[in-house]
Structure formats: C-alpha cells, structure tokens
C-alpha cells in the first residue's frame, strides 16, 4: 500500500517505447482505492499510444506539452497543454499527438471496491467522460493567485472526483497545512513547490506529481520566484472515512 509521497520528475526512469517514451509513478492500492495506477506518456508527431479501448478502471489524463486528439465513444476532440480528459468505466477512448512537435501527459488510473463489480456501479453518475480544455476554462482571481475549476461530481465508481487547477503567487502558499478524508493528487505544471508532508519536506518541479493519503497532514507552497500552477484531483470511495464532525462552539 502506498502512503503519502513526492514523486519528482527529475528522478523517474525514463524508458524508450515504439511511438516515444515512457515514465512509470505507481502502481499501488492506497488506503481508499483498490488500485492507483500513474505513468507519464510521450508520443512522437502522428503517433497513438494505442487504438480505441476499454477498461473498468477509471482514468484521468492531463496534458503536460503538445496537440492531442481525443477519441471517447467515437467521437473526437482537439486538446492542448493543461487540458484534462476523463474515461468513465469501460467508456471506449485513445489519444493521438496531432501536432508537429512530441506531446507529453500524465494518466492516472483508478479503481475502487465496486469497479470489477459492474452491477454495483452507480448508474446515475453526474460526470461522463468528457474533454476540459484549458483553453476555455475560467481563470477566476483568489487572494494568492488564481483557480480554474474543472470537473466535480460522480462517477461509475467514485462517489467523488474533484479537480481544478491552482496558480499561487511567487513565495506565497494557497492555504496552511491541512488534512482531509479525500485522497488528493497534485500535479505540478510551472515553478518550483515545496511539499509538506506530516511535518517532512520535499521541493519538487515541473512535471512531479504528490500523493495525499486520506487524513494525512499536508501543505504546499510555491518557493520560486515566479508564479506556480499546479493541478489538483481529490476522490472519495466507501472505503473514504467520514469526515470528523466539527467541535462545538462553547
């Protein structure tokens, strides 16, 4: 099982493939999910990471650098840098870099309790898969910098999945070191964070990517002196524990 952790760019593997290059995260149950799956694909101009599939996993896909086309049940999008795509369960989908120089994006798949168990899948989810593009969401101004939200609801197997995406000002953190039942992913796209995890603390650049597990204290704050971006997804499964109830006023 896979705790709380910092996964820096500058140290993952980076292993050849035949349509460009690959960098593995996890590949581990956490304390909610059954399964966290996360790697870092690069394609070459005019390659495909593979044809139109399916899976019971649930899968995120967030582009780092490049043009892809998005294929989910047939139909196909267009999508650029800080663009997020969503495959719900089984929900037939590929990628393609359409553009002239390579494309770069992280995938995250997930799967709960209730995944492998189609009968057990929410049937009235409120998020199907769905193409975010950066380019069209609403950048709405915070106290230290900036959020874009991107997607809030259900899923087939989540019963929540929250994302949006965070620019802090330089020297500046969002908000103070907290904890949450949901497990939260943060994805680090511009400038330099310096990650708080139970009181230990790691600096990380583009293309790291954190992992909060359930109630853990963490915190984040940009160290650079330019602004920061950085994208955060949060889920909760049945396993999530309940949120503790507030302490009454005296």
Same mark, same amino acid.
């Given at each position: 099982m896979i705790g709380s952790t910092v996964f820096n760019w500058e140290k993952l593997v980076v292993r050849p493939t035949p349509n460009g290059e690959r960098r593995d995260v996890a590949d581990n149950p956490t304390p909610t999910l059954a399964v966290f799956e996360c790697h870092i694909t690069t394609l070459n101009p005019g390659r495909?990471? +593979?044809?139109?599939?399916?899976?019971?996993q649930e899968e995120l896909i967030i582009v780092k650098e490049g043009t892809v086309e998005v294929h989910i049940n047939g139909q196909t999008q267009v999508a650029g840098p800080g663009s997020t795509m969503f495959y719900a369960s089984n929900d037939a989908h590929a $990628?393609?870099?359409?553009?002239? /120089?390579?494309?770069?994006?992280?995938? $995250?798949?997930?799967? =709960?309790?209730v995944t492998h168990t189609p009968a057990a899948h929410n049937q009235t989810p409120t998020l199907k898969s769905a193409v975010f593009d950066f380019a069209k969401l609403t950048d709405v101004p /915070?106290?230290?910098?900036?959020?874009?939200?991107?997607? =809030?609801? %259900?899923?087939? /197997?989540?019963?929540?999945?929250?994302? +949006? $995406?965070? /620019?802090?000002?330089?020297?500046?953190? %969002?908000?103070?070191? +907290?904890?949450h039942p949901d497990e939260e992913w943060v994805i680090v796209r511009e400038g330099t964070i310096e990650f708080t995890i139970n009181g230990k603390s790691e600096v990380a650049g583009p293309g790291s990517i954190a992992f909060f597990a359930s109630n853990d204290l963490h915190g984040m704050r940009n160290v650079g002196d330019t602004r920061a971006m950085y +994208?955060? $997804?949060?889920?909760?499964?049945?396993?999530?524990?309940?949120?503790?109830?507030a302490a009454k006023k005296k």
């Open positions: 495909e990471s +593979h044809p139109p599939h399916r899976h019971a $990628i393609k870099n359409v553009g002239p /120089t390579r494309a770069t994006y992280w995938v $995250i798949n997930v799967a =709960s309790s /915070t106290k230290t910098g900036s959020r874009r939200g991107v997607l =809030s609801g %259900s899923t087939p /197997t989540l019963l929540k999945l929250e994302s +949006h $995406i965070t /620019t802090v000002n330089a020297r500046d953190a %969002s908000h103070a070191a +907290h904890r +994208h955060i $997804i949060r889920m909760a499964t049945a396993a999530t524990p309940k949120p503790e109830p």
